[in-house]
């Protein structure tokens, strides 16, 4: 994962030395956001909600796009994300999790340690999960291993296609450039990174209403710049709801998407966390967080 943590870093800098003092165009904003939902929603609803927790189903070519759509935001191939995935839920915050930022040890030093393990130094770590147990069902589904076969391909698509468009639309290789920058290595950049805070910033600033034996947050920056998953909390509450955001005010977009997807009938079988259940579980909020 060196290499697809590495190079979007490098782009970003390269970005920034190419715009300054003249901004960006937006073509290349235009590229970033709609590239940006593009693969956190292959992430969000593909990966997370519909691949490892089974909150809902998609039709073949629905769970080919986001499968594929997930592996281009370059966090690895779909079926050993969820195996991680699902060894978090099955050890959160405790020896086992995979991301946990609080079994580094005490004081600011280890907070410190845990937290940038929790944020992407995980990624390096060799550590063995096995897959066959984890993610049998997975691993029993064609679309998804022909899809983790070739993570490389798509993830090397998810830069080169903004660059193309890029070059086509402006009608140059400069264009093609700055869209390669900026729809491929920026938006992977940001997206890396919110994704990851995930792991380590909700699991250490936020809101708890329903308490539990982790130390899941909810926090409502993440809640929006990652599509509803910043809603941690509720998530780890309720693992196997597709609805992340559970009171009207917490906004999830994810959930807002799958309800579209619904109404085309491209999902079914959504899973929602009962009304009942959740006045049932929740407590009063532990501070005021973030």
């Given at each position: 994962?060196?290499?697809?943590?590495?190079?979007?870093?490098?782009?970003?800098?390269?970005?920034?030395?190419?715009?300054?003092?003249?901004?960006?165009?937006a073509r290349d904003i235009a590229l970033l956001l709609g590239f940006y939902a593009f693969t956190i929603l292959g992430v969000t609803i593909g990966f997370h909600r519909m691949f490892t927790h089974r909150a809902l189903k998609g039709t073949p070519g629905?769970?080919?796009i986001l499968a594929i759509g997930g592996s281009m935001s370059a966090q690895g191939p779909v079926i050993e994300w969820c195996a991680v995935h699902r060894e978090h839920h099955k050890h959160s915050d405790r020896e086992g999790d995979?991301?946990?930022?609080?079994v580094h040890g005490d004081g600011v030093g280890g907070m410190f340690r845990g937290m940038m393990h929790a944020h992407f130094g995980w990624l390096f770590k060799n550590e063995q999960i096995a897959r066959a147990k984890v993610v049998a069902d997975l691993l029993a589904d064609p679309v998804l291993v022909f899809v983790?076969?070739?993570?490389?391909?798509?993830?090397?698509?998810?830069?080169?296609?903004?660059?193309?468009?890029?070059?086509?639309?402006?009608?140059?290789?400069?264009?093609?450039?700055t869209g390669f920058l900026?729809?491929?290595?920026?938006?992977?950049?940001?997206?890396?990174?919110?994704?990851?805070?995930?792991?380590?910033?909700?699991?250490?600033?936020?809101?708890?209403?329903?308490?539990?034996?982790?130390?899941?947050?909810?926090?409502?920056i993440f809640g929006l710049l990652a599509f509803g998953e910043g809603w941690h909390n509720n998530h780890h509450a309720f693992p196997t709801s597709a609805r992340h955001g559970l009171r009207w005010w917490?906004?999830?977009?994810?959930?807002?998407?799958?309800?579209?997807?619904?109404?085309?009938?491209?999902?079914?079988?959504?899973?929602?966390?009962?009304?009942?259940?959740?006045?049932?579980?929740?407590?009063r909020p532990q501070g005021a967080g973030l």
């Open positions: 994962m060196a290499f697809g943590v590495g190079v979007p870093f490098i782009g970003l800098i390269v970005a920034i030395i190419f715009s300054w003092g003249v901004g960006v165009g629905l769970r080919l995979p991301h946990s930022p609080h983790d076969r070739f993570f490389w391909l798509w993830m090397l698509a998810g830069w080169v296609i903004p660059g193309i468009i890029g070059g086509l639309v402006a009608h140059s290789w400069w264009g093609a450039l900026w729809g491929g290595l920026v938006r992977t950049f940001l997206l890396h990174h919110v994704t990851w805070s995930i792991n380590s910033v909700c699991h250490v600033w936020g809101t708890r209403p329903f308490g539990g034996p982790d130390e899941s947050r909810n926090n409502w917490e906004f999830d977009l994810t959930y807002l998407t799958i309800r579209v997807l619904k109404v085309a009938r491209l999902v079914s079988d959504v899973r929602v966390a009962p009304e009942a259940a959740i006045q049932l579980r929740m407590k």
